[in-house]
Structures are given as structure tokens and as C-alpha cells.
């Protein structure tokens, strides 16, 4: 039996080469006279000379032609929305695909950090408007130090760079509404 399946394999096996075939006319066969393409063909070519005649467009060819024109800037901000629109949306739903991964394969002790940082938020909302963030960066820093520390860094090369900005813009006030050139006279240090 082994033999049968191996020698149908390799016949398989060998339908499945590709080779050309190049046929070579015998050298004492005598020339053939070539056949005409009109005494093959199985209809007869036509002898005149065709000429193309446009049709007239009809009312409602009309009609479509003009709501084609109508609707074409509306149809290319579409395709132009849709084709911006489209990587936004992928990605967003790869998003939520890699958080439902994540969350259906949370690490040890992830749901009830994320509890104690929700409820310190609620607790927040409870108690003023202002206190949430804090009470849930607070909550959140308890469990992530390096992250707190690390934003906090930020946070504050930001808000010194903004304080930083703000005084260079009240300083320029200062000096433009201020300090004219007539009020240099009252000014100490001048005569």
C-alpha cells in the first residue's frame, strides 16, 4: 500500500511542473500556403467604413448630469471627511480592543487600586469642585510613586514656565501704559 501512495504522489508531484513545448517543423515536410484571417473567421468582416454618431441626451440623462454637478462638492468633502476620519476611528477602536485585552488580563491588586482612586475622585466631587483631581492624583500617587513623581516634575517646569510667561506679559503692560516718557520728569534718579 505504501507503494501505491508513493507512486501517486510523485506522478502528482510531477502535474505540477511548468515547462514550455517548442514545436519544430520537419526539415522534408514541404511549406504550406498561410491561410487569410477573413477564411477563418465564422462571420464575415464588414467591407464599409463605420462612423461613431452620439447620441442625443434625453431629459432625464440631463437631469442626473445636472445633480451630478449639484452634489459633486458635497460627495468630495465627504470622501475627504471620511478618509481623514478613518485612521482617527481605527485607531480608536484599537484602542478599546487593547484596553478590553488589558483589563481582561489585568495585573495582581490593578481593580482595587483603581477602586480606592475612583472612590478618593467621588469623595472629591463631594466635597468641592476644585478637590477632585487632587484627591484622585493624591490616591494615585499612593500607588504609583515614580509616575507622581515624574508628573509632578512636569507639572511644575510647566507652571513655572507659564508664571514665567505671565510676568514677562505684565511687565511689558507695566512699562507700556505706565511708564510714558512724560512721567520720567517725576521719576527718582532724573533732574
Same mark, same amino acid.
Given at each position: 500500500? =505504501?507503494k501505491?501512495?508513493?507512486r501517486?504522489v510523485?506522478?502528482?508531484?510531477?502535474s505540477?511542473?511548468a515547462?514550455?513545448?517548442?514545436?519544430?517543423?520537419k526539415?522534408?515536410?514541404?511549406?504550406k500556403?498561410?491561410?487569410?484571417?477573413d477564411?477563418?473567421? %465564422?462571420?464575415s468582416?464588414?467591407?464599409?467604413?463605420?462612423k461613431y454618431? &452620439?447620441?442625443?441626451r434625453?431629459?432625464?440623462? &440631463?437631469?442626473?448630469s445636472? %445633480?451630478r454637478?449639484y452634489?459633486e462638492?458635497? #460627495?468630495?468633502?465627504?470622501? &475627504?471627511?471620511?478618509?481623514q #476620519?478613518k485612521p482617527?476611528?481605527?485607531?480608536?477602536?484599537?484602542?478599546?480592543?487593547?484596553?478590553?485585552?488589558y483589563?481582561?488580563?489585568?495585573?495582581?491588586? =490593578?481593580?482595587?487600586r %483603581?477602586g480606592?482612586?475612583?472612590f478618593a475622585?467621588?469623595?472629591?466631587?463631594?466635597l468641592?469642585?476644585?478637590y477632585?483631581?487632587?484627591?484622585m492624583?493624591?490616591?494615585?500617587s499612593?500607588?504609583?510613586?515614580?509616575?507622581?513623581?515624574?508628573?509632578?516634575?512636569?507639572?511644575?517646569?510647566?507652571?513655572?514656565?507659564?508664571?514665567?510667561?505671565?510676568?514677562?506679559?505684565? &511687565?511689558?503692560?507695566?512699562k507700556?501704559?505706565?511708564?510714558?516718557?512724560?512721567?520720567?520728569?517725576?521719576?527718582p534718579g #532724573?533732574k
Amino acid at each position: 500500500m =505504501f507503494k501505491v501512495i508513493q507512486r501517486s504522489v510523485g506522478l502528482a508531484s510531477l502535474s505540477l511542473l511548468a515547462f514550455k513545448v517548442y514545436a519544430v517543423p520537419k526539415k522534408d515536410s514541404p511549406p504550406k500556403n498561410s491561410v487569410k484571417v477573413d477564411d477563418l473567421s %465564422l462571420y464575415s468582416v464588414p467591407k464599409g467604413q463605420s462612423k461613431y454618431v &452620439e447620441e442625443s441626451r434625453s431629459p432625464l440623462g &440631463e437631469s442626473i448630469s445636472q %445633480l451630478r454637478h449639484y452634489c459633486e462638492p458635497y #460627495t468630495s468633502w465627504c470622501q &475627504e471627511t471620511y478618509s481623514q #476620519t478613518k485612521p482617527k476611528m481605527q485607531s480608536l477602536v484599537q484602542w478599546g480592543l487593547d484596553s478590553y485585552d488589558y483589563l481582561q488580563n489585568a495585573p495582581p491588586r =490593578f481593580f482595587p487600586r %483603581l477602586g480606592v482612586i475612583g472612590f478618593a475622585g467621588l469623595i472629591g466631587l463631594f466635597l468641592a469642585r476644585v478637590y477632585p483631581p487632587g484627591f484622585m492624583g493624591l490616591a494615585a500617587s499612593l500607588y504609583y510613586p515614580q509616575q507622581a513623581i515624574v508628573f509632578a516634575q512636569v507639572s511644575g517646569e510647566r507652571l513655572y514656565d507659564w508664571g514665567l510667561r505671565g510676568y514677562i506679559v505684565i &511687565e511689558d503692560l507695566w512699562k507700556e501704559n505706565f511708564q510714558k516718557p512724560g512721567n520720567m520728569k517725576n521719576s527718582p534718579g #532724573t533732574k
